[in-house]
């Protein structure tokens, strides 16, 4: 008996489970190179392609005039009836630091930031991207039931990133329009 055919010795059940074997262990190796080439595909074709669409802010200058002044912050209600949220987060807390949304409304947020890059994610939502100093972020939302949810900085920003948190509350979309009649721009921050 040689070295090369070490199965000959054993039963013809046994030679069996090993062709088997070797045969699922070829099909286990296929579908892992299959997932790693998909996974590779993605990730190059996606790196590779331009930004849907790219939108820049002077970060020193967001305070001073335009859409991002400190009286404009906040949720307003559009012509259309969706809502838009403007909201800047900064070393090391977003403002407003308390958002207030309506359920079923088509929301769009807009952010940015003066400073360095933090995190815009809401709990419980896929809402989750960059502030990139010198760019707007735009994330578009819905929610289907009133709640809270939080709002933490998910990208490290400084000595204070674990602190800079902020809050998502959704409330019923009548009660809400009922506030924003009388107040531009809403927030729920006391
Ligand atoms: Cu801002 Cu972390």
Not at 19 to 35: D, P
Not at 124 to 137: D, F, I, R
């Amino acid at each position: 008996m040689s070295e090369e055919t070490p199965f000959l010795h054993e039963s013809p059940s046994a030679q069996l489970a090993a062709r088997v074997e070797r045969r699922w262990a070829t099909v286990c190796a296929l579908i892992i190179a299959l997932f790693t080439a998909v996974a590779a595909f993605a990730g190059i074709h996606q790196a590779t392609m331009p930004q849907a669409r790219v939108e820049t802010i002077s970060p020193t200058r967001l305070h001073l005039g335009g859409e991002f002044v400190e009286t404009n912050l906040g949720t307003a209600v559009e012509p259309d009836g969706s809502v838009t949220v403007r909201a800047i987060g900064q070393e090391y807390s977003f403002t407003p630091e308390c958002i207030l949304v309506p359920t079923d409304t088509a929301i769009t947020f807009r952010a940015a930031t003066p400073d360095v890059i933090h995190g815009f994610l809401i709990e419980g939502t896929n809402v989750n991207t960059m502030l990139v100093p010198g760019y707007v972020a735009t994330v578009h939302a819905r929610f289907d039931a009133a709640g809270e949810h939080a709002m933490p900085c998910q990208e490290f920003c400084g000595v204070g990133h674990e602190g800079m948190w902020a809050k998502v509350k959704v409330i019923d979309r009548a009660e809400f329009l009922k506030m924003a009649d009388t107040k531009p721009r809403l927030s729920c921050v006391e």
